[in-house]
Structure formats: C-alpha cells, structure tokens
C-alpha cells in the first residue's frame, strides 16, 4: 500500500543516525554508517546474528557454541567462537584503537551482547510499527492500524536470516516467520471487518493453501468466503480443514473454529458477529482495549496518597501510604492493571525424538476442552530419566497456540537431592507476579494466595506445568479453577490422589521402543555412523535400558568424538554391565551408575573437580562466578570446564551462565564428591562458596546504598575475587537473578555451620528485598539468621536480624510481632553501644507507627534517629531521617513543615554529594507542594528528581516520579506535557519489563487526544 511503503522508506532513512544498521528479515546484511559489510564466513554470520537477535542481552559462550553448531561442535568450539567475535568486532568498529575497549560488541559476565544503543534494525521497525498498530487498533482507529501493519510487512525481503546456519537459527527464523504471519493475518482480519473482504480474499487463499494447519487463517477464510456470498465454498474449506487436523496432528477443529462452522449451517446471521469477537492483536493476543479503572495522581490538597512506590528504607527514600491490606497505592494492585501474558516454557529440545503414540494420546484430551467444568490435568509419571519433562515442555510448546492467555512453568523440585523442594506457595507467588501482580500485593497464607491465583486466572486460558511434583499435596494448591486452562504435571510418583480428586489424565511414561531409541542415537550422531554399526547400536540401546537420560549422555560423548567406533562404546558400557535397572525403582544403584561413571571418567580432571564441587552447591542453579568459587579457579577458566560439562550432557545451561543438574546427575556427583574429596577439601569449597555469596551481597548492598554503614565483615581466608557492580542496575540485576539462590545460600549457611555467613549475608540482603516487596523471603533469611547469631553469641548479629524481622513483619501488617522484634533488636544495638543499629530500629519503629497511625510517636522515633546519626557525625543517615520526617508531615496533612525538613536534608544530601538521597527528597518535596496547590514549583522538583535517578540509572524511580510530574501537569492543565512525561515513564519501565508499565500505558490511553473532553 502507498501509505504503509511511504512509512517504511521513512523509517529506513531516520535510522541513518545509528553508526551500525542491519536486516535479518530477509538475507543478513548490515551497514555501518552507509556501507555495507561482508560479514564473513557462514558460521561468523550465525554469531552475529544470535547476538543481533538477543538485542541487548548477554549470550552465553556455551549457548552460542550449540546455537551455531549444535550436537556436533568442532574440537576448538570456544577458540573459533572467540576468533568470530574478534573478527567481528573488527569489522562492527574499523575507527576503534588497537588498545580501545569495545564500545559495541562487548563482553559480559561469560559471554558477549551487542549493545543496542547505536544499533537499530529493521526487525526492530517491525516490532514497532506492529505495536503502533496494534495502538491505533485499541483506539478504534483500524485504519491507521491497517497502514501500520503494511509498512511492517514491507520490511521483508525474503525468508528470514537466509544464508545463516546452525539449529538456532533455524529455529528464529520459524519465530521470525510466526511474526510475520500474525502480523499478516492482523491485517487481513482488520481488512476484512472494514469491508474489504473482496479485495482481499485472493491474498487469503493463497495464505491458507500454504499453511493449512492454522486454524485462525481458516476462520478468517471462512469469513472472507461467507461474506462475499460463498457460502458452500466456506463449508468445504472447514471439512478440508478437519480432515487435515485429523490426519496430520489427530486433532479436531478448536471452539472458535466449530463456533464458525455451526454458524454456517443455521439459517441465522451466520459467522459474522461470532468473528467480531475476542480478536487477536498484531502479535496474536487480543487486541482489546484493555483500560478500565482510575490511575490515581496525588491529590490537590490534603488527602493521605503516597507518592507511589518508595520504600522505608535506609537510603533516606520517603515511605509508602498502605492500605488496610498493606497494598501500595490506591490502585488495586491485586488487579493487574493490562493483560500481561506471561511465556514461561522453558525451550523445546531440538532433538525430541519419538513418544509418538503419547502424544497422540495427549493431542485426543483437547477437543473434550470445549465445555469443561473445570481445568483439564494432564499427568506424566515414570521412573527418574524417562524424559518426563522433556515430553511435557515439547507437547506444551506443541499446543501453545490453543492458550492465548500465556504459558506458566514451574520446577517444583519434588526429588531434589539437595532437599530444597518448593513449596506452594512460593510457587504461586511466582505465577502472579508473572501475571502481572504487584510483589506486595500477593497476601499471606497458602488458602488467600491460592484462591487470588484462582480469580486471577477466571475466565482466562492460560497453558501451566508443574514439573517434577513430588506428592499431590504440592500440586492441590496450584490448580486454577478456569475451565480454558491445561495443567500439565510431571511426577516420579503415579499421584493417585490427583487421578482420584481431580480427574488427572494419566500417563506413565517407561522408557523408549529400541526404534525411537535408534532414531534418537541417529539423531545425535547421524544416520550414516548408527547405519554403519547397527549392531553396536542396538547393544548400546540395550545396555542403557531405552532410558531418553542414559541415551543422550552416551550420545553426547560419542557426537564429540567421531572417531570412536560404537562397537567400543559398546565394550566399554559392558564393562560395568550397565542395565540401569535401578531406574526404576527411583535409587541410584550401581547398575545406574555405569553410563555415568563412562561419561565422568572421560571428563579432564579439572571438569571432573568441578563436577564433584557443584553438588556442594544448594541450588537451585549455579553461576558461572559461583563456580569458579567452588573450583577455586578464575572465571575465565571455568567457562571453559563448564562447557565440557555442557557437552558431555552432565550439566544443562538452564540460561546464559546459569546452570543445574538433573537430580540423578545430582545425586551421582554429590556421591562422587562424597567418595572421592575429603572433608577439609569439601569444607574449603564451602567456604570459598559462602565468601562469594556473602561479599556479592554485600558489594551489591554498598552500591545500592553507598552511604549506609557497613556491616562488619569478617576478613576473608579464602582467594575468592569478590563479585564487582559498575552501577546499581548491575548490581539490582544480580540480586534479582540469584534471589532464590542467595534465600537458599543462607540457609545452608545456617545449617552447616557458616554462621557468621549467615546473618551477615541476610542483613547485606534486607534493602533489595524491602524494596522489592520480598517480605516474605525478609522473614525466612532473618528467621535462619537470627538462629545462627544466637549459636555464635553474636550480639550485633542479633540485633540485625531481630531488625530485619521487624521491618518484614511491619510490611506485612503483623504489628505487634513488629514491634516485638524491633524493640528487642533496639535493645541488643543498645547493649553493644551500637549508635547507628539504635538508629536504625528507631527509623524501623517510627515507620511501623505511621503504618498504624501513631503519627506523634513516630515523630519521636525520627527525632532519637536523628539525635543518635547526629552523635556518629552521620550526615547521610541524618538526611535521610529528615526526609521521612517530612513524609510523616505530609501524612498528617503539614505540608508546610514538610518542606522545611525537605530543604534541610537536600542541603544535607548536596553536602554528602549523594545523588540518590537528594533525588529521594526531591520527589517528597515536589509532592508536598503539589498538596499545597503550588504546581509550577511542584513540576520544578520533580524534574530535578527525575534527571537525578536518571543520572543515578535507576530506571523504576525515576518512572515514578515522571508519574508524578504528569499528575502536576495535569494539575495545571498541560495534557500534552503529561503525555510526554508518561511517555517518557513508559518507556523506562519497558525497559525493565515491569508489570507497572501497564499503568502507565493505561493513563496514556486516557489522555490520547480523541479521549479529551469536548473543549478540553
């Protein structure tokens, strides 16, 4: 169309400001500045392009060695790769210093990202024009939608990342290709409910004769066909359609679709108003408008709203108004405030073999979904390395498309060996923050957050698996009600409980026929080589009992070395008279240890110490660097050990630099280390693991909060090089990614006599999780703490942990247990001649009592606080306590006053150079002149905030507050300076992929142009 290709040739030219350009919606090509690069041989191209694809994010080294080449690496996969990458870089910065650092491929953690700052392609104009339409759509404004969408799908020039090899591309480009059909079939959709439908039926024959399996591009052929007066034409296309899905899937024609058809043998009105209904959007969700409910802003004069979500802590930030249910705001926050549709399945193994007739028997659950009473359960048991939760994940990923709602997993870790099963609830938790509710939003007790999961999920169809449950107690909790829902579980055990209850479909799941096994040892090392020594296959078969676990570890280390024969492999498995019998009976018995103590023995001895070393670990995953702290080598080096690991099938990288066992691989090592490393050996490990964990922390906790006091540490015996953050997204980002880790690393401390570790590393943790709303994980890290500080003695570490459960407890509205450990912890500091920890408990005490209403006695506290920061010459503390102070004026409705406490502790700040506390009291002092009517000050303060917590790289802060400086516009009636700063707020949060940027989104919504009142 010559709107949507004026558009596009628009957009090509305004990203001629990027130093680096390139397309993978078609041939890979890129450009820097204006001239195009060759890029090299294929698999340099295939590097290029899984950076280029992963916009922005590290890609791990042992990721980008099985992405390019797969199951059959060269010997030298680490050092090609590297040699790529230094090319690359030559190429991506001719103008860069032989001596200069990157500045666009850069290395990160252990591996390398593109950063995306001077990099802009033409898959990142598509994703935009498709989200600008999909905008234009829920404004009712299907035109412009339609354009939009045009100019995107003329950015195509061909089959995507033509030229470039490896299994990982192979699978972008069937994502890639998705897209591109979504976003066409939108189009289509749009252009048919506009009238076009003549116009536009030819384009949607030729679209359904090449992909007749999709039943939305048949709904819309349906559609074009009755609308255009061909009614039995559209009645053939459906029998075409079923029979097809009959016999190529053995699945009947989902809801929608038998909706459509019933609708063309009435004599009614036909299919058009049930098509009107429940569209996708451009990316294939829906595309409703999905605004509802008010947004909000600080009120003009009085009125007790807190400035969004800052939080009590030491940092001098102001503290949140809370409602009756401890939920921040005056939104709901149990409401999500859009639809986020989570997609959790971990990825589909691309060389899934065979469990043909499972999955057939699975696929005939589907069609009996039309008008459930309830969600459908499916249930894979087996005996341990089945392949239990590669089938559930292959078969999920097989009928995502039938869930428009989302995807959610969860591993339950049911038979840890390391005992950390999850529970429930922790379970859940997961699941709603994924749904899009607020961290501190999600209640209490098991019953409360399973019955908010269950409204959470009413009337939605969401896709769930439960992977490795261990009874069905653990399972009972985390079943939706929604009769659209599929819960797919996977269990050792037959759990007979949900069978019986609940109505599981089960399937127990043995091991494979010796024709699936051959062709899954076919596919690991080619046809040619099993073809060649049939015999030696079947006895490898034989001897590894069928089982997909055993099959694919001998596989892996035959692929990495071809010349061996398999009539050797054979032999040598002989040796120990691998049957893997014990398998089935769930325990690691000398017959199960045969294939694995093959695969061990081959290992280096260097990869064989690392694998012992990493089931001292608690788990749930391991880093890279935490790996290096058990092996007692430098990162670098571990990388290379762990990627023989990876490929020799005994470890699985889980994400990039994040790795875990299966739970037997677990157990064997756990064994070995056991058998093979004496105790002080073991013990050192430990150590070194611990030192890691607890100076990571710490550092982590410095650079979040620079100007708090340290906690004491002791000095450290180990060679453990602590972790380093060049800022605090780093620093925040590590702490979110190791949260479950860290929660797990202090309790193993706790229980294996690393006390001092303990308490230390849970108070290094008390800001991010209070910041965070991990309160919950607040009380079980100082629970364990406060127990080791006891054994050791510890008064100091008393007190903190005792502080740490105050401010937990507070959070979660149980005051009375608040004030119990607060007051305790105060008189431990008191008995040390602590001043700073007294401070800290009267700060703790006087947010409790503003939580309960108590302003006068909270002022108290502030006023000791700063009496006892004032007696250590702590500026930074002081400042922060006078900031609170003005937040308890602002509470009580002074606001005068609170701008005289605002103005001293942002002198205080300046003097202390602390930007982060300053751009805390700024916002506090912009939000009570907004409550003073006094907006064009208001607006001055909160952009001096705003440009601090960007200066800072605190994203989240500073969408908050652009929040605010919106309502101030608004305040004064400047609707377009609002729609800037939420603009600006949104793209901040999108950033960081928070669930508050649909809020924000929302009140955009509201303030778009054609919603304004008539004159306003």
């Not at 255009?228 to 079923?242: F, I, K």
Request: proline share 6%.
């Amino acid at each position: 169309m010559t709107v949507g290709a004026s558009l596009a040739t628009v957009l090509r030219v305004d990203v001629r400001s990027k130093e680096f350009r390139f397309c993978v919606l078609g041939p890979l090509r890129a450009w820097w500045n204006d001239t195009e690069l060759v890029l090299g041989p294929p698999q340099q191209r295939a590097v290029l392009a899984l950076l280029l694809l992963h916009r922005g994010r590290a890609v791990g080294v042992g990721e980008l060695v099985d992405g390019i080449w797969g199951t059959e690496p060269p010997t030298a996969a680490v050092s090609v790769l590297r040699t790529y990458v230094s090319r690359l870089r030559k190429l991506l910065e001719p103008d860069r210093p032989v001596t200069g650092a990157p500045r666009l491929l850069v290395s990160l953690g252990d591996g390398y990202a593109l950063r995306r700052d001077a990099v802009v392609g033409d898959i990142d104009l598509f994703e935009d024009l498709v989200g600008r339409a999909e905008a234009r759509r829920v404004a009712g404004d299907d035109l412009a939608a339609v354009q939009l969408l045009a100019g995107a799908l003329e950015l195509w020039d061909g089959v995507p990342l033509a030229g470039v090899p490896g299994p990982r591309a192979e699978i972008e480009r069937r994502r890639l290709e998705e897209r591109r059909l979504a976003a066409l079939e939108t189009r289509l959709r749009i252009e048919v409910d506009l009238g076009g439908h003549a116009r536009v039926l030819p384009e949607i024959t030729a679209l359904y004769e090449a992909h007749p399996l999709r039943e939305a591009l048949c709904e819309l052929f349906l559609v074009a066909l009755y609308r255009s007066g061909r009614r039995a034409e559209a009645l053939d296309v459906y029998e075409r359609t079923r029979r097809t899905l009959a016999e190529r899937l053995g699945i009947e024609p989902g809801p929608r679709l038998r909706t459509l058809y019933a609708g063309l043998l009435s004599d009614g009105p036909g299919p058009v108003e049930v098509f009107g209904t429940e569209e996708p959007g451009p990316g294939g969700s829906s595309g409703a408008s999905t605004s509802g409910g008010d947004t909000t802003g600080p009120p003009a004069t009085g009125g007790t709203g807190g400035p969004g979500p800052a939080f009590a802590d030491q940092a001098g930030g102001p503290e949140p108004d809370f409602d009756d249910d401890g939920a921040v705001g005056q939104d709901d926050p149990a409401r999500p405030a859009g639809v986020v549709r989570p997609s959790q399945l971990p990825t589909d193994l691309a060389m899934f073999t065979g469990r043909r007739s499972q999955l057939e028997g699975f696929d005939a659950l589907l069609p009996h979904q039309e008008h459930p009473r309830t969600a459908l359960i499916g249930l894979i048991s087996g005996m341990a390395g089945a392949g239990k939760t590669t089938l559930a994940v292959h078969w999920a990923h097989r009928i995502a498309h039938r869930f428009p709602d989302g995807s959610l997993y969860v591993n339950l870790r049911g038979y840890d060996p390391s005992a950390s099963r999850m529970e429930p609830g922790e379970a859940i938790e997961t699941f709603l923050v994924a749904l899009g509710i607020a961290q501190q939003a999600v209640p209490e007790g098991l019953d409360a957050q399973a019955a908010l999961f269950r409204s959470v999920l009413a009337g939605r169809r969401v896709l769930i698996v439960l992977d490795n449950a261990a009874d069905t107690e653990q399972v009972v909790p985390l079943l939706p009600a929604a009769p659209g829902c599929l819960v797919i579980v996977t269990s050792r055990s037959r759990l007979s409980g949900l069978v019986a209850r609940h109505g599981a479909h089960p399937l127990t799941l043995g091991p494979l026929s010796a024709g699936e096994s051959l062709e899954l040892l076919a596919r690991r090392l080619g046809d040619a080589r099993v073809d060649a020594e049939p015999e030696a296959a079947r006895a490898i078969v034989g001897l590894c009992a069928r089982l997909p676990l055993a099959l694919s570890i001998v596989g892996a280390r035959a692929a990495l070395h071809p010349d061996f024969r398999l009539a050797d492999i054979a032999a040598e498995l002989r040796q120990d008279h691998g049957s893997l019998d014990a398998f089935s009976g769930g325990d690691l018995g000398s017959d199960a240890r045969a294939v694995f103590s093959w695969s061990y023995r081959a290992l280096s001895p260097e990869a064989a110490g690392l694998f012992r070393r990493l089931a001292l670990h608690p788990g749930p995953d391991v880093t890279t660097d935490a790996a290096a702290a058990l092996a007692d080598v430098p990162a670098r080096r571990v990388r290379t050990v762990l990627t023989e690991l990876t490929g020799a099938s005994l470890l699985i990288e889980r994400a990039p630099g994040r790795f875990d066992f299966h739970d037997l691989l677990h157990a064997y090592a756990a064994e070995l280390a056991e058998a093979e490393d004496d105790e002080p050996a073991r013990g050192a490990a430990l150590l070194r693991m611990h030192d890691h964990f607890l100076f990571g922390a710490h550092q982590a906790s410095m650079v979040l909060d620079p100007f708090r006091e340290p906690i004491p540490l002791p000095p450290s015996t180990t060679d453990v090089a602590p972790l380093r953050f060049n800022g605090r997204a780093q620093a925040t980002a590590w702490l979110r990614t190791e949260r479950y880790v860290l929660r797990e690393i202090v309790a193993h401390a706790a229980a294996h006599g690393f006390d001092a570790h303990a308490w230390r590393t849970a108070a290094a943790l008390d800001v991010y999780f209070n910041r965070l709303g991990y309160w919950h994980d607040l009380l079980e890290i100082n629970t364990g703490a406060l127990w080791s500080a006891r054994k050791l003695g510890s008064v100091t570490g008393q007190a903190y942990s005792l502080c740490g459960l105050g401010v937990a407890h507070s959070q979660l509205n149980h005051a009375a247990q608040a004030r119990e450990h607060l007051e305790a912890g105060l008189d431990l500091f008191r008995a040390a001649g602590h001043a700073g920890g007294q401070a800290r408990a009267h700060r703790g005490l006087a947010y409790l009592c503003n939580r309960t209403d108590r302003r006068d006695e909270a002022l108290d506290h502030y006023a000791r606080a700063v009496e006892l920061y004032r007696s250590e010459d702590d500026v930074s503390g002081e400042a922060g306590v006078l900031n609170q102070v003005a937040w308890t004026y602002i509470l009580i409705g002074e606001h005068e006053k609170a701008l005289e406490h605002c103005t001293e502790a942002i002198l205080l700040y300046q003097e202390q150079d602390d930007p982060y506390g300053e751009a805390s009291t700024q916002d506090t002092l912009g939000y009570a002149l907004h409550h003073l009517a006094r907006y064009p000050e208001a607006i001055e303060h909160f952009e001096l905030s705003a440009r601090l917590f960007h200066g800072i790289g605190d994203r989240f802060l500073e969408a908050d507050v652009l929040s605010h400086l919106a309502d101030a516009h608004l305040a004064t009636g400047n609707r377009e300076a609002a729609r800037t700063a939420l603009g600006t707020a949104l793209a901040r949060l999108e950033e960081l992929a928070h669930t508050e940027a649909d809020v924000v989104r929302r009140r955009l919504r509201e303030l778009e142009p054609d919603q304004a009142e008539p004159g306003g």
